[in-house]
């Protein structure tokens, strides 16, 4: 019946099973080299034909991918294009700022965004947008790579533990919440007797909860909202003391409730550290990108012109005119705060 909430609003890289989508960013191409063997020039090494050729039919091995890209061959050759292009931009990235990402690296990113979902399940509905695990890998090694050379360039120290600690001291009066606990018993004589022991002992909330264990019962104090928690119970809350608490009947509940708070509680710093430490890594990303794009432009990325031409806003489009629609739109930049790996 009650729900206990997190000691943040969730992270932003939380996974679900569907709608997932990667933020894989559009390579600027510039159309000024060009040969019918090469399929994009970026700096001195090339993507062949053969190359991008072999690259489509190994994702097209895989049936979800090959649903994606039947209706939109030449737009998925295109989305192919810019990962290879992606992948080479990297590589020359994380040369000129001297940084390694591992591939056991890659797997511990790939297994915090995954979390407790079905892999498989994920993985699948990646596929059903035309993306395969080795694209995934790709993205989420190209964002480790933004992360890391933000700080190698000095950019960004937010992930040290010094910064996530000053970060902590700065937000955590605002991460104070009221902590109560909800307890259903069947009869007002128990519950007297609970509220007097979790009076004279509130550490042995846990303890009592579990005598009286149901939907109605909060198993840990709780920190949140009650309007938000137990909104029926919200008022008597509002009115209760911090270390007391209140004794009331309530049908829905199903028996007497015990109400009990301790006042305002902050979280430590470790139970919201991994929050602290997603908002630094959004930090160093954002300065890891512009210095992505600092390389990209020296490079002088070339895309052959029989895959498209460029807009004005430098990005790939149709021969005919058109932004290449791919992945539904959920790539580019306005995809990077979606749920799922970064480029």
Known sequence: MWESPGVLKPRALRVAAAGLSLALALPALAACRSSPDVAAYVGDARV????????????????????????????????????LVQREVYEA???????????????????????????????ASWAEQGVTRTDIADSVRQQLVRERIAEAAGETDALSEEALRARYAE????????????????????????LAELTADPAAYPTVAARYAGPSTLPQLTRGDPAEIVPVLAERFDATPPGSGFVVPLEVAGGIVVGFTTGTATPAFEEVRPDLEA????????????LVEDVREDLDVTVNPRYGVLSEEGRLVRGEGGVVELLAGATGADAADRSGPGD
């Open 48 to 83: 062949t034909v053969a190359e991008l050729e072999r690259a489509v039919d190994e994702r097209l091995a895989d049936e979800d991918v090959a649903e994606f890209a039947a209706s939109r061959e030449a737009d998925y050759t295109r989305l192919v294009l810019e990962f």
């Open 93 to 123: 990235v994380a040369e000129r700022y001297d940084v390694r990402v591992t591939d056991g690296a890659v797997r511990s990113r790939i297994d915090e965004i995954i979390g407790d979902n079905d892999a498989e399940a994920i993985y």
């Open 171 to 194: 937000v955590s009066e605002s991460l104070a919440q009221p902590e109560f606990g909800v307890i259903t018993v069947a009869d007002q004589a128990t519950a007297e007797a609970v």
């Open 279 to 290: 908002e630094a890594r959004r930090e160093a990303e954002e300065a890891g990108a512009a």
